[in-house]
């Protein structure tokens, strides 16, 4: 069984670009959730999607939003980069469940310049 | 004060060493806690996870969670140089659209 995909690995932005990153979930989980890594850090919650509705959302700026699909996959989408936005993004999938057992993908790695 | 405290190490032992990582934790609503291993430039890869307090084992892995002293840990048994990773303790309040909350990590280098 193929586990959660993230695409891409690695990007590239200059400051004040957008960008957005994909997210496809273990076949069966219906929930995703958006985690920021940065260097020598645990990972920062910053939302929750579950059946295409948000089901949470962390301490971050508008500039970042997220949506997901019928097929689960989600996308995050950042806006206005800072180079403080330099980080591992991890996208996890998880079933809506009792125990909050949440996989995570390999994350893409986002460098701003 | 931060909701989740991990000694970020670096943590050297040699190979067959037992390995003791540890959290501490200020919100008493958390239930369910989670150690993660995660290699260089990796995602997060679940180990243990354990719900209130008490032990569970796995292989060469025991998690502890002592909600009394808002405390737990994870216990490496004869350690190997394939566990040199990053270790993340997460914990959650339990419902399933609750997000987790990481410790910082604690980096563990086993010297073969």
């Known amino acids: 069984d193929a586990g959660v995909t993230q695409s891409p690995t690695h990007l590239i932005k200059t400051r004040g670009q957008h960008v957005t990153l994909r997210c496809s979930p273990i076949s069966g989980h219906k929930s995703v959730s958006w985690y920021q890594q940065v260097l020598g850090q645990g990972p920062q919650f910053i939302f929750q999607y579950y059946e295409k509705e948000e089901r949470g959302r962390g301490n971050f700026p508008d500039r970042f939003s997220a949506r997901q699909f019928p097929n689960y996959s989600s996308e995050l989408n950042v806006n206005a980069l800072l180079l403080g936005d330099s980080a591992l993004y991890l996208c996890?999938?998880?079933?809506?469940?009792?125990?909050?057992?949440?996989?995570f993908g390999p994350g893409t790695r986002l460098t701003v310049l | 004060q931060k909701e989740v405290e991990q000694d970020p190490g670096p943590l050297s032992v040699p190979e067959g060493a037992i390995v003791s990582l540890n959290c501490t934790y200020s919100?008493?609503?958390?239930?369910?806690f989670m150690w993660y291993r995660q290699y260089s430039r990796k995602g997060p890869e679940l180990l243990m996870y354990t719900y209130s307090s008490g032990n569970k084992e796995d292989g060469r892995f025991t998690a502890q969670v002592d909600k009394s002293s808002k405390y737990i840990s994870l216990f490496i048994r004869d350690s190997q140089p394939s566990d040199s990773a990053t270790y993340l303790c997460?914990?959650?309040?339990?419902?399933?659209?609750?997000?987790?909350?990481f410790g910082k990590g604690t980096r563990l280098s086993v010297i073969a």
């Open positions: 996890a999938s998880s079933l809506i469940r009792e125990v909050n057992e949440q996989f």
């Open positions: 997460a914990m959650s309040g339990g419902s399933g659209n609750t997000p987790l909350v």
């Open positions: 919100n008493s609503a958390f239930q369910y």
